[in-house]
């Protein structure tokens, strides 16, 4: 008798699923059907081998025992064809592979070093880089990683000091690296072709799907111009493409779970997610992508009824671990070698809280009283947009009242000096601290004018509902009713009980509201333009939001008070808090960039 009697469910051998190449040559389907789930307690061979078993023991009338070998060695035979294929299959896509690499390294670094100057935004990037070699704080609202990379090649490479100022300055003036720190961002953009070809291929689909997808990255005429400069963007999307790659081969293992393989490209899809992350928040679509993808797999392995509840609960463990926990660590760690690397004062300081500039080495330590009395002298300092300190210069408005500007200024300065005075301009004999509901004026230490506002309307904000802010007066002037401002205490340290009934420093937080008008003290992330220094404006609004009407005194000097007057106590800010504050500060920061890029530009409507 011969094989060819045998039913039709035992004369097809059991086909392997899970593997990538059991088609043809050119296919490759993903085992992602309902069926491709096994429990974990078992093997695959396991089951082809109980499958084997069970035919064996079958009592079919006419078999012998010569007949089931047969059918063995045929099986045997057919296994062997298909994995002399999947190597072949496995050899051309590498050799393909190969070439694509070659050819996008063409596309991408052809002529890198033109032009021979600072481009677009090689502006910030390139300047972060050698803030990092300086080790002087910046803030930027991107997290390091990218940035971090970027320092590093050019540390190697010999950059110094450039400080990559302006649009068009000149690299080779300077000896500049910048075709190294170049070709190191065309590197990483280049390897998204072939990273895009292996991802289609290990989803399943032809060669010819496989390269249609990498020349179309290759040849994205955006992505070209993007890969040759020095930008975050190029290692972001090398991550990007990378942790997709590596969610597919971990797909791909989904019927030996639990298995080595299994592991590892879960545990690199979440090495991959922290990573991207770490570059630009737009990796966050990235963790949302592999996340929803996660759940359906979680819960079709939950309506699994074959599947054991203590199996699904390792599932999740591992899923949680590798896809949570990881990118979570990884991305702290890169702020932990970010502070690390900065461990000095530098520009970036004005962002920053009073506590956390004190964690910087080279900061002016603030050694102020806590007290506020009249005759203070004191930094005022804006909360809600971290724009700076209250702030006034030698310069006036071009229209309006054209009187002295008041602004917010991010860094420390003498112009931010205001001197607190009584409402009737007396000079203070004894110490008398400043209480709520106090109508108080301010005295610009530098020009000796004072806090003003009235009923004209700001240079940028040409609302009705806000008010111009300036610095008025004159020598022999005594000022006037439009510099009254009562003090309106929001909020104070809960240590600190003192600070909820009168000006303490650092602790109080307070509104300054005019007298005349009613309106408060403000400022938003609105920037004045060239002739206000590009600082932030300040106003006076009348019933605007209360948070961005909060101020605080983050140093203060006043001679009455005794040499042994209480001073204030800062909290040390550990790592996690100082992490917190920075990603707040990213967060607030990003979201106000709402104006237009200098050198962007829009299609152009026509109408006919």
């Not at 990092?132 to 990379?149: E, S």
């Amino acid at each position: 008798m011969t094989l060819d009697n045998i039913p039709l469910s035992y004369s097809n051998p059991p086909e392997r699923v899970d593997s990538l190449y059991n088609r043809h040559l050119d296919h490759v389907p993903v085992s992602i059907e309902d069926n491709a789930y096994t429990t974990g307690l078992t093997k695959t061979t396991d089951n082809f081998r109980n499958r084997n078993k069970h035919l064996k023991s079958l009592d079919i009338d006419g078999y012998d025992s010569s007949d089931i070998d047969l059918f063995d060695s045929k099986s045997n035979k057919f296994r062997q064809k298909k994995e002399e294929q999947r190597r072949a299959s496995l050899k051309k896509d590498w050799y393909i592979v190969l070439a694509l690499t070659i050819w996008a390294a063409y596309i991408r670094l052809y002529k890198i070093s033109q032009p021979p100057s600072v481009v677009f935004d090689e502006v910030h990037f390139g300047g972060f880089a050698t803030k990092y070699i300086k080790t002087r704080f910046f803030m930027d609202v991107h997290p390091p990683l990218a940035k971090m990379l970027i320092a590093l090649i050019g540390k190697l490479a010999g950059l110094d000091g450039f400080d990559f100022k302006d649009i068009g300055k000149d690299y080779l003036e300077e000896n500049v690296p910048y075709v190294i720190m170049r070709v190191f961002c065309g590197i990483t953009g280049l390897l998204v072709v072939p990273t895009a070809y292996l991802t289609i291929r290990g989803a399943g689909h032809s060669i010819a799907a496989g390269l249609v997808a990498a020349f179309m990255v290759c040849y994205e005429n955006g992505l070209i111009a993007n890969n040759r400069l020095i930008l975050l963007d190029p290692p972001l999307l090398f991550f990007t493409a990378a942790t997709a790659l590596m969610w597919i081969n971990f797909h791909n293992q989904k019927r030996k779970p639990f298995q080595f393989w299994w592991y590892v490209w879960l545990a690199m899809t979440g090495l991959g997610l922290g990573l991207t992350v770490s570059c630009k928040w737009v990796g966050l679509f990235t963790i949302a992508t592999i996340g929803s993808s996660t759940i359906k797999g979680l819960w079709e392995l939950w309506g699994n009824t074959r599947i054991p509840t203590s199996v699904f609960l390792r599932h999740f463990g591992a899923r949680a671990m590798c896809l949570i926990v990881l990118p979570v660590a990884v991305y702290l760690l890169m702020f932990r070698i970010h502070f690390h690397i900065l461990p000095n004062s530098g520009e970036g300081d004005g962002f920053m809280s009073p506590e956390f500039q004190q964690t910087l080495d080279g900061h002016t330590s603030i050694n102020a009283p806590i007290d506020i009395a009249y005759g203070s002298k004191v930094f005022i300092r804006h909360i809600a947009t971290r724009g700076g300190y209250l702030h006034s210069h030698p310069h006036y408005y071009p229209a309006g009242s054209k009187q002295q500007q008041v602004t917010l200024y991010p860094h420390r300065d003498d112009n931010n000096w205001w001197t607190i005075t009584k409402m009737d301009n007396s000079n203070a004999t004894e110490i008398e601290f400043i209480k709520n509901g106090d109508i108080i004026t301010f005295k610009h230490a530098n020009s000796n004018k004072r806090l003003h506002s009235h009923d004209i309307r700001p240079p940028m904000t040409d609302i009705e509902y806000h008010n111009e802010v300036s610095a008025y007066g004159f020598d022999d002037f005594n000022g006037d009713a439009n510099d009254h401002w009562r003090v309106e205490i929001v909020e104070g340290e809960k240590s600190d009980s003192l600070s909820k009934e009168r000006l303490r420093t650092i602790h109080t937080k307070f509104r300054l509201i005019h007298v005349m008008s009613g309106c408060a003290l403000f400022s938003h992330s609105v920037k004045l333009p060239e002739w206000g220094f590009e600082q932030q404006e300040v106003t006076c609004i009348k019933g605007g939001k209360i948070p961005k009407t909060v101020w605080y005194i983050e140093s203060t000097e006043n001679a009455l008070l005794p040499s042994d007057a209480e001073r204030v106590t800062y909290k040390k800010l550990g790592f996690f808090k100082k992490f917190l504050e920075l990603n707040k500060v990213m967060w607030d920061t990003n979201s106000g960039l709402t104006s237009s890029h200098p050198y962007d530009s829009r299609p152009e409507v026509k109408y006919s």
